[in-house]
């Protein structure tokens, strides 16, 4: 068996992956049990992963603040939407036959684990899927910032932010056709670009604690498997 390029991963799942882009519903059931598929791939190589699930689906904080919920009610609140997400996550894992902890930065501890670092080492060790809700825990910064925080803590090598489409492209694919992909980029062409692969903090925590991250289609079955493997899949954004 060809053995992985990465011995520990951060895997960064949106939560509006998990409905598919479809509004009228949460959670689209079929879609998780495709990711654990994919997931299973790599845990099957004996690849340590760490995931962190986004809330988009459920709950935004600063989306309400027109509808006067204070933002940081509603940051908490968008916190616990990843719990929910977490906890789906969780479940979908624990089905395809994979050992998992849920671990939150906000203490709930009849529904998970608190979250502990050493403690997430451990179980990543041990080969349990180490699963991040609650993002930071604090209010005005986003999932992406958890992945990056999250990586650089459990010592994961890399970033792997699973998204609709393929990697970065020179502008968004969705509206302009003539965009182009790019293969790999660095922190500083990136940033000089104004290419929005991140937000700023993500970024920033990245760069300067040197953990690359890569761009790529979740939705593609393989493309997680290639990328932990060592394939070009995706979009590279190194020093
Ligand atoms: N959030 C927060 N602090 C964090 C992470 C998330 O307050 O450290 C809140 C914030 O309101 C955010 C929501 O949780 O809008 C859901 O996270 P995010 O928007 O990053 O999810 P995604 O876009 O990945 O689905």
């Not at 990543?124 to 809700?133: A, C, H, T």
């Not at 970033?159 to 393929?166: A, E, H, P, Y």
């Not at 968004?172 to 980029?185: F, G, Q, R, W």
């Not at 991250?213 to 079955?221: E, G, L, P, Q, T």
Request: hydrophobic share 40%; charged share 25%; aromatic share 6%.
């Amino acid at each position: 068996m060809p053995s992985p390029k990465y011995k520990r991963i951060l895997l960064k799942l949106s939560g509006e992956a998990l409905n598919g882009g479809d509004k009228t519903q949460v959670i689209d059931f079929s879609i998780l049990d495709q990711y654990a598929q994919e997931i299973r791939r790599v845990y099957d190589a004996g690849v340590q992963i760490a995931i962190v699930i986004g809330g988009g689906n459920i709950f935004r904080g600063a989306s309400v603040e027109k509808s006067g919920i204070d933002r940081v009610q509603g940051d908490h609140m968008g916190m616990l939407a990843t719990v929910i997400n977490g906890m789906a996550v969780q479940s979908s894992l624990e089905k395809h036959g994979m050992y998992t902890r849920l671990m939150s930065a906000i203490k709930m501890e009849q529904v998970c684990e608190p979250l502990i670092r050493r403690r997430a080492i451990r179980h990543l060790e041990k080969s349990r899927i180490v699963i991040f809700g609650a993002g930071t825990g604090n209010p005005y910064f986003t999932t992406d910032t958890t992945a990056s925080l999250r990586a650089i803590e459990s010592e994961a090598e890399v970033v792997l932010k699973g998204t609709r489409v393929d990697g970065v492209y020179t502008a968004d694919p969705e509206k302009d056709p003539t965009a182009t992909k790019y293969d790999s980029l660095t922190f500083d062409e990136a940033l000089s670009k104004n290419l929005k692969i991140m937000d700023l903090t993500a970024f920033a925590l990245c760069k300067e604690n040197n953990v690359p991250i890569i761009v790529f289609d979740m939705n593609k079955s393989g493309n997680l498997y290639d990328i932990v493997m060592g394939g070009s899949a995706g979009t590279l954004v190194s020093s």
